[in-house]
């Protein structure tokens, strides 16, 4: 990539709308290739139900314990992952190796890992610590390594000679990066709990287990109920998250976590899982040097690659397409719900409840809603994934909206919106969605009840057929799809200029002195 | 200057909460040493506080027959069942018919010891919402084909492995894909129930006895959906015992756990089942699944 390059031949905003302009007409081209029937339904008695419930909420039903698990889950499972995330984040940039471990490590759903992990450790906390710990490892040590290379260089250069790396990177870097590290491991917290709900899918007792049953089951008062909490355990995290409660709350977690039902035989599980299921099934015990055996590997492998693999990547691509864009437009109408200069003192924290209920919702249930109402097509998928993602983007340009200098003399509400904060936020929004873009093809995996063929589906029966061997497949195709969205998304980050990382989570990092 | 100071103490706490994590795991496996629990888990194919009712009175009844001590698991979905059992996290466990083929290729030395008297002649439903305009027939109704259809959980025998295999029956040559507009896997069977009540989905296919359930419960008006194919009849679920308890729970405790289940006289036990009692089965009984599987590709 040589500079700004094509895309921008005046400057990062004609790139921007370059940008923009293809996006847009490819979701267009998604939207026209994919199945969006809506069928005519009687949702209404169902919906009437689910609304009834969410009104009368039945708050004696929430098992206390599960929203403590909840907590220790995510805290331990960030922690870890966090902490393994910075030390990949060293090599990061150096070693392809690492960056394909993180991709392979952040493409896979924690669901998935989850059930993985299963096969090994069985149903126990450790199982759930490491589906939490795995991905966000991978996801930490991108985002770190970026906010390291990004870091001033100032200091560094007047350091004496003869100054090991150790005591460089302390000293010169850390001091710089830390304050970034910090918003943005304390945002993957809030992610963490978010994720926490996933591990309930596979009977782990955080509130995702209970609201899950509950909502499966119908019992809507019971489910309206855990969700509030979960509503009020998230819009409440930066009273109870903070760097001086973090040691407090990783070692009541610890306490916390629940105990194991039944012991499994780790060794003896771990070789198995090694040595025979994922191994694909002709190469298990056969003759490795029979080119008869790499005869029915390649039978066995050119239907996955064909009927899955090829299809499941073009489902997935497109999905995540329409998301992304109907993300965009969503988080463009949102934001200024929590901005104060567009929302006013009164009209922000209402805003913000908003934002935080609707990004806190679990995409399922969205899909679920969307669902009854429309019948089962992408449709449903594309609204549960951009009402979730627009809530979260939507959040974050919100918070930034307000951080920007104005001038006394600004124009107010849409002359504001359109001509001044849009467009000095726009390198902002792109750098969010092009993060979100691949989060997005993540979790379009766990919305197979719509019967979409992503690749996530896919997964999804390899597991359930216990074929690990074609689920590995499966899953290396997905990380080799993040990576290279991961790449473009690199590539125009870099042509674009879109220097800010969004690691400003919480507050703004620095003052603009003289901005 | 923060940065410098509170990076490395945090990686100390890092390091404390791994000792920790160690120590406490590791004094959790020793105690489960010492008398190690008989666990038991069971696929979630219905209504959770069905399974939990159901699953904890055995649990009690167990422990009492049995003179150890008995625990129920609950997990949330097919795959995560057959693996607690594969990797010997429950040594029991009561599994569909096509979740119980898995487990016993799996887990070498593993039998059915029990099933309900009712799974040897179990069925399927095919229900459908009254809009789809689709009317009971005795035969496979043919008239299914482009309709938007919903199967029970991926791993179902009688969500999923059944109705696919005389789906594919009727319409020789074709997948369902090929059959329906849309396929899509609910899950589990009331969620099947309730996706074809709102019209989400024309038609789906339900275990007989979680839809007499509901029917009994008065749950389903049948001017919305009703059954429009009752399949031919199959054998479904079972207990299913690892062959590893003979040697820790002593020779012979196979034996007494089947005496045990075919014992269970209860209403209260065998009613949430929707099973009128347990009667002996071997792992011949279901062969027949075994050859659908494999017709199906399911299983290898």
Partial sequence: ?515 | MIGVTTRPSRTGLLAAVLALAQTVLGVAAGRAEDRPPFVFTGIPDQDESRLVERFGRVATYLEAKLGVPVRYIPVKNYPAAVTAFTNGQVQLAWFGGFTGVQARKAVPGAHAIAQGAEDASFKTYLIANARSGLTPSKDFPQAVAGKTFTFGARASTSGRLMPEHFIRQAFPGKTPEQVFSRVGFSGDHSRTIQLVVSGAFEVGAVDYTVWDLDTKAGKLDPSVVKVIWESPPYPDYQWTVRGDVEATYGAGFTERLRAALVGIEDPAILEPFGRSKFVPVTDAAYDPLIAVAKSTGLLD
Avoid at chain 1, 86 to 96: D, K, T, V, Y
Avoid at chain 1, 243 to 259: G, K
Avoid at chain 1, 310 to 324: C, D, R, S
Avoid at chain 1, 418 to 426: C, K, S
């Fill in chain 1, 1 to 515: 990539m040589s500079g700004p390059g094509r895309l921008a031949p005046h400057g990062p905003s004609a790139g921007y709308s370059a940008v923009s302009r293809w996006f847009a007409a490819l979701a267009l081209a998604a939207l026209l290739a994919a199945d969006l029937h809506v069928s005519s339904l009687q949702p209404w008695a169902e919906l009437r139900r689910l609304l009834a419930g969410f009104v009368r909420a039945d708050f004696p039903s929430v098992e206390a314990w599960s929203i403590v698990h909840t907590v220790a889950f995510a805290v331990l499972g960030v922690g870890i992952g966090a902490g393994a995330g910075f030390g990949l984040a060293i090599p990061f940039a150096h070693s392809r190796a690492v960056r394909g471990l993180c991709a392979a490590l952040r493409s896979v759903h924690e669901l998935f890992w989850a059930l993985l992990l299963m096969q090994v450790f069985g149903l126990s906390a450790t199982t759930g610590i490491l589906a939490l710990a795995l991905p966000y490892a991978g996801i930490c040590a991108k985002v770190y390594s970026e906010i390291i290379e990004e870091a001033d260089l100032a200091a560094l250069r007047v350091l004496p000679p003869g100054t090991g790396a150790v005591s460089a990177f302390a000293y010169a870097r850390l001091p710089d990066v830390a304050d970034k590290l910090r918003h943005y491991t304390l945002y993957r917290l809030e992610c963490g709990l978010r994720a926490t709900l996933v591990l309930g899918f596979i009977g782990l007792p955080t509130m995702g287990f209970h609201l899950e049953s509950a909502f499966r089951q119908g019992r809507y008062g019971e489910a309206g109920a855990l969700l509030l909490v979960f509503y009020v355990l998230i819009g409440t995290r930066r009273l109870w998250l903070r760097p001086l409660t973090l040691p407090f709350l990783a070692v009541a977690s610890l306490l916390a976590l629940p105990a194991t039902v039944g012991s499994t035989a780790i060794g003896a599980s771990l070789a198995r899982f090694l040595e025979h299921d994922i191994v694909p099934a002709p190469l298990r015990g056969a003759a490795l040097s029979d080119p008869d055996t790499w005869a029915q590997f390649g039978a066995w492998l050119r239907p996955i690659l064909t009927d899955q693999v090829g299809p499941g990547i073009l489902q997935t691509l497109m999905l995540a397409q329409v998301a992304l864009v109907a993300t965009a437009l969503g988080s463009l109408v949102l934001f200024p719900l929590v901005s104060r200069r567009f929302a006013g003192r009164i009209g922000q924290p209402l805003g913000r409840v908003l934002l935080v209920t609707v990004r806190s919702t679990p995409e399922y249930m969205l899909a679920y809603v969307a669902l009854l109402l429309l019948g089962p097509s992408m449709l449903p998928a594309i609204l549960a994934l951009s009402i979730h993602n627009a809530g979260i983007v939507g959040y974050l340009m919100g918070r930034h909206a307000d951080d920007l200098p104005y001038r006394p003399d600004a124009p107010r509400g849409l002359n504001l919106y359109a001509y001044e904060t849009v467009p000095r936020l726009y390198g902002q929004f792109l750098a969010y969605l092009l993060y979100r873009w691949e989060i997005i093809l993540r979790e379009s995996a766990i919305l197979g009840m719509l019967g979409v063929a992503t690749l996530g589906f896919h997964i999804d029966a390899a597991i359930s057929e216990l074929r690990l061997d074609v689920a590995v497949i499966l899953i290396a195709a997905t990380a080799a799809m993040t990576m290279a969205v991961d790449a473009l998304s690199r590539a125009l980050r870099r042509t674009l200029r879109i220097a800010d990382l969004p690691t400003r989570l919480s507050r703004p990092l620095a003052p603009r002195t003289g901005a």
